[in-house]
């Protein structure tokens, strides 16, 4: 069971904005950066925001991430089709010594 | 371009032993840490552990010390996950990736992906 929480699902219809919650804890969110990724079933994760609210290039600036204290939050404005997919936060965790990916969140656009 | 290329598909009997590999070319291949990560299918992502190719040095998720090794041959700009005695819980797909500074995490390149699978 992984440390940190995510809601299984959400949606919206094109053009909206989705956000999505990390919950976790002192020992990982609450001290080291979060990073989140996307994939799409069948492929490998892409990475879309690191040290917190950097975008790797090519990541459009649609996506945007934030914290506060031990949660985390990846924002998606202008929802498109192929944002469909699954999101996945991760962070470094202290206590575990290991890195620790969130319990991942579908995204459906209606 | 910075690539890993993972070996194929397996199928495997509870109990066999078994090596995947993961091919990194277009960068220094020594000089990144490789990590693995296993995703059971319909789940999530799960952090196995991680190597530097230059020496070696191999760190395990608690989870998966003691039930994977993981190693590297620089020569061959290689990385490997290798299990001794199978289970059937250890069906899943597999992944390598790779930051793309010289920290241990976030990864920027992936591999294709490893499909294991443990029946008898």
């Known amino acids: 069971q992984s440390v940190l929480t995510q809601p299984p699902s959400a949606s919206g219809t094109p053009g909206q904005r989705v956000t999505i919650s990390c919950s976790g804890s002192?020992?990982?969110?609450?001290?080291?950066?979060v990073n989140w990724y996307h994939q799409v079933p069948g492929t490998a994760p892409k990475l879309l925001i690191y040290y917190r609210d950097r975008r790797p290039s090519g990541v459009p600036d649609r996506f945007s991430g934030s914290k506060s204290g031990t949660s985390a939050s990846l924002g998606i404005s202008g929802l498109q089709s192929e944002d469909e997919g699954d999101y996945y936060c991760?962070?470094?965790?202290?206590?575990?010594?290991?890195?620790?990916f969130g319990t991942g969140t579908k995204v459906t656009v209606l | 371009e910075v690539q890993l290329v993972q070996s194929g598909a397996e199928i495997k009997k509870p109990g066999e032993s078994l090596k995947i590999s993961c091919k990194g070319s277009g960068y220094s291949f020594a000089s990144y840490w490789i990590a693995w990560v296993r995703q059971v299918p319909g789940k999530g992502l799960e952090w196995m552990g991680i190597i530097y190719p230059d020496d070696s040095e191999a760190r395990y998720s608690p989870s998966f010390q003691g039930q994977v090794t993981i190693s590297a041959d620089k020569s061959i700009s290689t990385a490997y996950l290798q299990w001794s005695s199978l289970k059937a819980s250890d069906s899943a797909m597999y992944f390598c990736a790779r930051p793309d500074t010289s920290g241990w995490y976030p990864f920027d390149y992936w591999g294709q992906g490893t499909l294991v699978t443990v029946s008898s």
């Open positions: 991760a962070a470094w965790d202290d206590s575990l010594n290991g890195y620790v």
């Open positions: 002192s020992s990982n969110i609450g001290g080291n950066n």
